[in-house]
T-cell receptor
Framework: GDSVTQTEGQVALSEEDFLTIHCNYS??????LFWYVQYPGEGPQLLFR?????EKGSSRGFEATYDKGTTSFHLRKASVQESDSAVYYC????????????FGKGTSLTVIP | NSKVIQTPRYLVKGQGQKAKMRCIPE?????VFWYQQNKNNEFKFLIN????????QIDMTEKRFSAECPSNSPCSLEIQSSEAGDSALYLC???????????????FGAGTRLSVL
């Protein structure tokens, strides 16, 4: 079945560090890929999505590129801030009739000022 | 700010008690999902609806959980007899109509945090 794998469970960085969170997926065809962010006490918020090979999604300085060849959608940010501390989820949806969604286990990012 | 409204934000119940939570999906979104998010941040799909009809649900939902999305009323998720293992964040999400592309996106509410004592 479809699945999403996030390599990093926890990441600790200093402000202005470069961030990479790895996401690999397993699915047939061209699923839609997502990054969500969840702050404490809130529900997940959509960061961005991508639906086609080589499509880049971006928001708030974060970006990721859909790569069907390596089945990856890695999240990157050039310079993190303390306010970026949150849990980040990679997800995919296939387009079989009922909109099935699959979430990674999340990566907890802590940015130290 | 999320346009999916979930109430209450917090719910405390004793074991064996009923627990009911509600969700108003984003306007114009006919598809509604319920997820259970555990303390390890894992998402567990419970049930989804398109308009008032159930599309999919897991076995657990069929036994102690019930859910509905009546016309012109909030959607609801009810646990008939709460157990300690039900303590979690319950997330409601809605999705625009259609399949494929930008329509395949979940928009989440803030969640209802259930504590079963």
């Amino acid at each position: 079945g479809d699945s999403v794998t996030q390599t990093e469970g926890q990441v600790a960085l200093s402000e202005e560090d470069f961030l990479t969170i790895h996401c690999n997926y397993s699915a047939s065809g061209y699923p839609t890929l997502f990054w969500y962010v969840q702050y404490p006490g809130e529900g997940p918020q959509l960061l961005f999505r991508a639906s086609r090979d080589k499509e880049k999604g971006s928001s708030r300085g974060f970006e990721a590129t859909y790569d069907k060849g390596t089945t990856s959608f890695h999240l990157r940010k050039a310079s993190v801030q303390e306010s970026d501390s949150a849990v980040y989820y990679c997800a995919l949806s296939d387009i079989t009739g009922y909109q099935n969604f699959y979430f990674g286990k999340g990566t907890s990012l802590t940015v130290i000022p | 700010n999320s346009k999916v409204i979930q109430t209450p934000r917090y719910l405390v119940k004793g074991q064996g008690q009923k627990a009911k939570m509600r969700c108003i999906p984003e306007k114009g979104h006919p598809v509604v999902f319920w997820y259970q998010q555990n303390k390890n941040n894992e998402f567990k799909f419970l049930i989804n609806f398109q308009n008032q009809e159930v599309l999919q649900q897991i076995d657990m939902t069929e036994k102690r959980f019930s859910a509905e999305c009546p016309s012109n009323s909030p959607c609801s998720l009810e646990i008939q007899s709460s157990e300690a293992g039900d303590s979690a964040l319950y997330l409601c999400a809605s999705s625009p109509p259609g399949l494929g592309g930008s329509q395949n996106t979940l928009y989440f509410g803030a969640g209802t945090r259930l504590s079963v004592l």
